[in-house]
């Protein structure tokens, strides 16, 4: 299963507040399709609840929702935060 640092939480908590959505949304991952020779791509929305299918995680106050066709390849995943203060991002490694 993904594992949510609490550094990644923090911002994913951040990003939900600025877009609006309730406390009681939770993230979204679900592949997204690439641009044309492009590599594929992770997509990430706030949603209110998991889709059929979804495999859900509560971790550090984040409830994630992690979509089927990506659930095997994040399954040893570790969301977390790379960056300087100002120039953050969310980041994947294995």
Avoid: C, H, N
Wanted: net charge negative; proline share 7%; aromatic share 4%.
């Amino acid at each position: 299963m993904l594992t949510i640092t609490q550094k990644a939480a923090e911002k994913l908590i951040e990003a939900r507040q600025s877009t609006g959505a309730p406390d009681s949304y939770g993230v979204r991952l679900s592949a997204a399709s690439p641009p044309e020779g492009g590599s594929p791509s992770l997509a990430v929305a706030f949603v209110p609840q998991a889709q059929p299918g979804d495999e859900v995680t509560e971790q550090q106050g984040v409830t994630a929702y992690v979509a089927p066709e990506v659930s095997k390849s994040l399954d040893e995943a570790k969301l977390d935060v790379a960056g300087e203060e100002g120039s953050e991002r969310l980041v994947l490694s294995w």
